[in-house]
Structure formats: C-alpha cells, structure tokens
C-alpha cells in the first residue's frame, strides 16, 4: 500500500523536473544572449568601418583633384601676367597709330619749306598738324583748360606772376603764359597765368 502511495509522488515530482528542464533548455541564458549581442556588434562594426583599400583610394583621388587645381591655378597666373604684360606694351597702340598722321604732316611741312622756302607753305602745314593733335586729344577726352579773362582757380591755373592793373577785377588771369589739359576730370597739368592784382591807390 505504501509503494501504491509513493508512486504518484514519484510521477509529480518527475513531472516537475522534467517541466523545468524543459523550460531551461527552451529559454536561452544569459550568456547566450551576451554572446549574440557582442556578434552583432562585431558584424555591425565591420560593415561600417570602411575598407582601406577604399579609404587610399579616395584619398588618391583626392590628392589628384588638388594637384589639377594647383597646376590650373599657376597657369591661369601665367597666363594673367602674359596678359598684363601685354596691355603695358601695347595700351598706346592707338594713340602712336593716331601720332603717325601728325608726323607726316610735320614732314610734309619741313621738305615744303626745304624745296620751296616758302613761309606760307610752312605755316599751313604747321596748321595742319595742329589741327591733327586736336582732334587726337579728343578722340581721347584731353581737353584744354579755360583760362584766360576767368578767376584764378588754383585746383587748375598757376600763377606765375602777379600784375597790377585795373583793367580786370582782381585775381583774375589776364595772360595765359602755357595752356593746361585735363584727361576727362583729372588734370593732366595745369595752365602757366598771369593773375591780375588790383591797384593800390595812394591817398594824396
């Protein structure tokens, strides 16, 4: 009776060992799971670290990238001071070509007045050239300074001399001794007067 009693204690306690062995082989443990973890951080940080192949590679490409810039940058240098060096040489290319018109004029004139000894002939072509050297000078905007009979400005006159008179008011240039040009408003020198002064009258 007493071996009847135990074998259902018997196949309840077996029952629950084999329930948590069960349990035990079914639920992971602890250090399984770390394990998993660390292995897929490995995985993770191996696909994102680059490769160093690549990484030289890229590195390469850009090294060659700096190496054209550089090379484009000295030639645009180069090429900037070929030009620079040229617009020195040649920027009054016009203005000798416009010149080489009053030379012949003045040619003209000096075997007029060798072959011909005629004074007329000579001042005509002293005129000419004249003329000529006008219209140069305003093909590039020189222009004379007005002077003569106006006040004295000293930002474009210069008095060489002072006259007594009362003929004019005072200060005024009575006597233009060297025309003044400016290149449009800058003065390219000024003109060379004579400044009137007013007369001092004495008291009798």
Same mark, same amino acid.
């Given at each position: 009776?007493?071996?009847?009693?135990?074998?259902?204690?018997?196949?309840?306690?077996?029952?629950?060992?084999?329930?948590?062995?069960?349990?035990?082989?079914?639920?992971?443990?602890?250090?399984?799971?770390?394990?998993?973890?660390?292995?897929?951080? %490995?995985?993770? #940080? =191996?696909? /994102?670290?680059? !490769?160093?192949?690549?990484?030289?590679? *890229?590195?390469?490409?850009? $090294?060659?990238?700096?190496?054209?810039?550089?090379?484009?940058?000295?030639?645009? %240098?180069?090429? #900037? =001071?070929? /030009?620079?060096? !040229?617009?020195?040489?040649?920027?009054? *290319?016009?203005?000798?070509? $416009?010149?080489?018109?009053?030379?012949?004029?003045?040619?003209?004139?000096?075997?007029?007045?060798?072959?011909?000894?005629?004074?007329?002939?000579?001042?005509?072509?002293?005129?000419?050239?004249?003329?000529?050297?006008?219209?140069?000078?305003?093909?590039?905007?020189?222009?004379?300074?007005?002077?003569?009979?106006?006040?004295?400005?000293?930002?474009?006159?210069?008095?060489?001399?002072?006259?007594?008179?009362?003929?004019?008011?005072?200060?005024?240039?009575?006597?233009?001794?060297?025309?003044?040009?400016?290149?449009?408003?800058?003065?390219?020198?000024?003109?060379?007067?004579?400044?009137?002064?007013?007369?001092?009258?004495?008291?009798?």
């Amino acid at each position: 009776m007493l071996a009847d009693k135990d074998e259902p204690l018997k196949e309840e306690t077996g029952k629950k060992s084999g329930d948590e062995t069960t349990k035990s082989a079914q639920s992971p443990s602890v250090e399984d799971s770390t394990q998993e973890q660390e292995s897929c951080s %490995k995985d993770k #940080s =191996s696909e /994102e670290k680059p !490769d160093i192949a690549t990484l030289q590679a *890229e590195l390469k490409t850009e $090294k060659d990238k700096a190496l054209r810039l550089s090379a484009e940058f000295e030639n645009y %240098k180069k090429r #900037s =001071s070929r /030009e620079i060096s !040229d617009f020195r040489k040649y920027a009054n *290319e016009s203005v000798f070509k $416009k010149l080489l018109t009053v030379v012949d004029n003045l040619e003209r004139a000096i075997d007029s007045g060798e072959t011909q000894n005629n004074q007329a002939s000579i001042l005509e072509g002293i005129q000419l050239t004249h003329k000529e050297l006008i219209k140069l000078f305003e093909a590039f905007n020189i222009k004379a300074i007005e002077a003569l009979n106006l006040p004295f400005d000293p930002a474009f006159h210069q008095a060489v001399t002072q006259q007594e008179t009362d003929e004019h008011p005072d200060n005024t240039v009575i006597s233009e001794l060297q025309k003044g040009y400016v290149l449009h408003d800058r003065l390219l020198r000024p003109s060379m007067v004579v400044v009137s002064k007013a007369v001092v009258k004495q008291d009798n």
